[in-house]
C-alpha cells in the first residue's frame, strides 16, 4: 500500500526541518564552545558564567529578536498586499538607523535614555512617506519598493554624512548597525520579550481585520472596516515591533522578508496561521544563523555579525519573489508627443557647453571665506587653483561618466529610471572594492579599481539577464536592481562593520568625498571619459533599436546579444571608475539623461552629448555647493548630490 502524506503534515514538515536544524546546531554550539582548562580552580564557575550570562541570553534574544521580525514582516505583508515588504525594503531599517544617527551625534546621553523611541520615530517617519508616495498607486507593490529603496537611499546618504561629521560619537552606529546579538546579561531578554508578547497580542486580536484587507479596498469597506485607521495601526504595530529589534541588537536584515515567505512556501495561507509560523520561522533562521556564525568561531563573526550574515539573504530571496509581485505598470513614460523637440539642437548643445564653462569659472573663482564672498583673480586665484582644480575636474569627468552610463541604461533596457544607482550597478562596484579589500587589505588604485568594474559588470550582466526572462519588463527590472543592490551593500556592511581603516576607506568611498582628489584623480577622470565615450557615436545605430525590443532588432539585423554585452562593459567601467571617484549615491546617472529628454533633445546622439554636459554641470554644481553650503565644513559631493537627486526621484516617482 502506498502511503500518503497528510496536507498539514506535509506543510508542518519545513518547520520541523527548521526546528530540528536548530536543535542540532545548538548542541553542537554547547559541546564545541570555548572552555578554561578544568585544573584551574575558577574554571568551573568561569565557565558556567559564559554559559548562563552570554550563550543562553543569546539564544533567547536570538529567539524573541527574529519572532519579533517575522511577526513585522508578516504584518507588512498582508496590510500591503506585498510579497515583498519589510523593514529592509520600506525603509524602515534606514530611518531607524538614521534618527539613532542623529541622536548618538547631537546627543548622546538621550539616545541611552530613550533608543526604542528614537528607532521607532525614524522607522515610522520612513515607511510614512514610502506609503505617501504610493499611495496615488493604490500602494502597489513595485511603487513601494521603488520608493522604500529612493528612502533608503536619502537616509544612508543622511546617515553617512552625520557619521563622518561627529565620527567620534556617530562611527559606532555603523558598527551597531551590522546587527549584532552579543549578550553579557539577560537585560535585552528582559527588556525585548515583553514587547513581542504585547505585540503578538495585539496582532492575535487584529486575525479579523487582516483577513479583511486581504480583499480589495472596496470590499473591505463594505463589510464595515475603518480602512485608512485600520492599515495605520497595524502599520504602527509593524514598525513598532521591527524598532523595538533594531534599537536593542542593530539591523537585522531581510528576516522579516525570509520568515514569511518561508512560511507561505511551506504551505501557510490564512492570516491567523501565519501570525503563528511567521513568527517562529522568523526565530529559526535567526537562532540558526546565529548559532552557525558562532560555530564557525571568533574570526567568522567579527567578519560577518548575524544581521550581516542574515541581510546576505536578502538580495537572493527579492530576485526570487520576483515572479509572485504582480502591479501594475509603474514607471513614469512619456510619449514623443508630450516632450517638446528642439528645431536646432546642434546650437542648443553649444549654449550648454558654453553655460558649463560659465560654471566652471564661477566655481573655481567664486567662494565664501570668514569676511564675506570673494571672487579669486590674480595671484589669489592662482594660488587657489591646485585646490579647486582637480576636484572640479574629477566632478565633471564622474558625473558625464555617470550620464552616459545611465543614458546606455535607460536605451538598452527602454526604462527611464534605469541607471547605475537604482539597477545596483553602483552597489555592485562597491561590493568588488570590498572584496579587493578583504582580499588585499589596502591594494592599489589600479586594483580597486578593476574590482568595482568586475564587481559592476557582474552586476549589469545578472541584472540583464534576469530581466530579459521576463522580456524586460520595467517593474522585473528594477525589482531586479533592487535585489542585486540589497546583496551588494549587504558586501559592503560586513567591512563596515569591522570599524578599522578598511572600514573607513568604505565609508569615504560611500561619502563620495572630493577632498582629496588630486592631479591623478583628474587625469584618471579625463582620460577615462574621453576613451570611454568615444567609441558611443559610432554606436548610435545599436542605440536607437535596441530600445525597440530584441525581435525588431534581430529582424534588422542588429546582434542583440553582442551589442548588449559591448554596452554592458562599457557602462560597467564608467559606472566603476566614477563611482570611485565621486561614490555610489549621487543619481547622477538618472538626472542627467532626464534633463536632456526634457529639453527636447530626441536624437541619441544629441541625447548622449546633452547627457553629457547636463551631467557634469550637475555635479560640479552640486561640488560648489558642498563646499560653500556650510561653510567652513564641506558635505561629501556624492552625498550632496544624493540629497538633490533622492527628491527628484522622488518627484519623478509620485507622477501618474
Not at 536548530?22 to 564545541?32: D, G, M, N, P, Y
Not at 577632498?515 to 536607437?544: C, D, H, K, Q, Y
Not at 557602462?571 to 563611482?579: D, E, Y
Request: aromatic share 6%.
Amino acid at each position: 500500500m502506498v502511503s500518503r502524506v497528510r496536507p498539514a503534515q506535509s506543510a508542518n514538515m519545513p518547520g520541523m526541518i527548521l526546528a530540528m536544524l536548530c536543535v542540532a546546531a545548538f548542541a553542537l554550539l554547547i559541546v564545541t564552545r570555548p572552555q578554561l582548562p578544568h585544573g584551574d580552580a575558577n574554571a568551573a564557575v568561569l565557565n558556567d558564567a559564559l554559559l548562563w550570562n552570554g550563550i543562553m541570553p543569546r539564544a533567547a534574544l536570538a529567539l524573541i529578536a527574529g519572532a519579533a521580525l517575522g511577526l513585522s514582516g508578516a504584518l507588512l505583508q498582508r496590510v500591503l498586499r506585498n510579497p515583498i515588504a519589510d523593514a529592509s525594503t520600506l525603509g524602515i531599517a534606514s530611518g531607524a538607523e538614521l534618527a539613532m544617527a542623529a541622536a548618538m551625534s547631537f546627543s548622546p546621553l538621550l539616545v541611552g535614555l530613550s533608543r526604542e523611541m528614537a528607532a521607532f520615530g525614524g522607522g515610522l517617519a520612513a515607511v510614512a512617506i514610502v506609503l505617501a508616495l504610493s499611495w496615488r498607486r493604490g500602494l502597489d507593490p513595485v511603487t513601494v519598493a521603488l520608493s522604500g529603496m529612493i528612502v533608503s537611499l536619502i537616509a544612508s546618504a543622511l546617515s553617512v554624512t552625520l557619521i563622518l561629521s561627529r565620527g567620534e560619537y556617530a562611527m559606532s552606529i555603523y558598527m551597531w548597525g551590522a546587527g549584532s546579538l552579543s549578550q553579557q546579561d539577560w537585560n535585552g531578554v528582559l527588556s525585548l520579550g515583553p514587547r513581542l508578547i504585547l505585540g503578538f497580542a495585539a496582532a492575535l486580536l487584529l486575525v479579523r481585520p487582516l483577513r479583511i484587507l486581504a480583499l480589495d479596498d472596496s470590499g473591505a469597506r463594505s463589510l464595515g472596516l475603518a480602512l485608512h485607521s485600520t492599515r495605520l495601526a497595524i502599520v504602527a504595530l509593524a514598525v513598532w515591533l521591527a524598532a523595538s529589534v533594531t534599537s536593542e541588537v542593530g539591523i537585522i536584515g531581510f528576516l522579516g522578508l525570509a520568515a514569511p515567505a518561508m512560511a507561505r512556501l511551506a504551505g501557510t495561507r490564512s492570516s491567523g496561521r501565519l501570525m503563528v509560523a511567521a513568527p517562529l520561522t522568523g526565530a529559526g533562521l535567526l537562532f540558526l544563523t546565529d548559532c552557525l556564525t558562532q560555530i564557525l568561531g571568533p574570526s567568522f563573526t567579527d567578519l560577518a555579525p548575524t544581521g550581516a550574515a542574515t541581510a546576505l539573504l536578502g538580495g537572493p530571496l527579492l530576485l526570487f519573489l520576483l515572479p509572485r509581485v504582480h502591479s501594475v505598470s509603474t514607471v513614469a513614460t512619456q510619449s514623443v508627443a508630450t516632450l517638446k523637440r528642439l528645431t536646432k539642437p546642434l546650437q542648443a548643445i553649444a549654449l550648454l557647453f558654453v553655460a558649463l564653462a560659465l560654471l566652471f569659472t564661477v566655481v573655481l573663482t567664486l567662494g565664501p571665506a570668514e569676511d564675506g564672498w570673494h571672487v579669486a583673480t590674480g595671484a589669489l586665484l592662482s594660488d587657489l587653483l591646485p585646490f579647486r582644480l582637480p576636484r572640479t575636474i574629477v566632478a565633471a569627468g564622474a558625473g558625464a561618466m555617470l550620464a552616459a552610463a545611465g543614458f546606455i541604461m535607460q536605451r538598452m533596457t527602454a526604462n527611464p529610471i534605469a541607471s547605475p544607482e537604482v539597477l545596483g550597478v553602483s552597489g555592485g562596484a562597491g561590493a568588488g572594492l570590498t572584496i579587493a579589500l578583504f582580499l588585499f587589505g589596502f591594494p592599489s588604485p589600479v586594483i580597486m579599481l578593476l574590482a568595482m568594474a568586475l564587481g559592476a559588470l557582474a552586476a549589469f550582466l545578472a541584472m540583464i539577464a534576469i530581466s530579459a526572462r521576463a522580456q524586460f519588463s520595467p517593474e522585473r527590472m528594477l525589482l531586479a536592481g533592487v535585489g542585486i543592490g540589497a546583496f551588494a551593500m549587504a558586501i559592503v556592511t560586513m567591512v563596515l562593520a569591522q570599524g578599522d581603516m578598511r572600514g573607513y576607506i568604505l565609508l569615504t568611498w560611500l561619502s563620495g568625498s572630493t577632498n582629496r582628489a588630486g592631479t591623478f584623480e583628474a587625469w584618471m577622470a579625463v582620460i577615462s571619459l574621453v576613451v570611454l565615450t568615444a567609441p558611443l557615436p559610432f554606436l548610435s545605430r545599436w542605440l536607437t533599436i535596441l530600445p525597440l525590443g530584441a525581435g525588431l532588432g534581430r529582424a534588422v539585423g542588429l546582434p542583440v546579444g553582442a551589442s548588449r554585452l559591448v554596452l554592458a562593459i562599457l557602462a560597467a567601467l564608467m559606472t566603476a571608475i566614477a563611482s570611485f571617484l565621486v561614490g555610489p549615491l549621487s543619481l547622477t546617472g538618472l538626472i542627467a539623461p532626464h534633463l536632456a529628454r526634457l529639453a527636447g533633445f530626441r536624437a541619441p546622439g544629441h541625447q548622449l552629448a546633452a547627457s553629457l554636459i547636463f551631467g557634469a554641470g550637475v555635479l560640479t554644481a552640486a561640488d560648489w555647493l558642498s563646499r560653500v553650503v556650510i561653510y567652513p565644513y564641506q558635505v561629501p559631493v556624492g552625498l550632496f548630490a544624493a540629497l538633490i537627486g533622492g527628491p527628484y526621484l522622488v518627484w519623478l516617482l509620485s507622477r501618474k
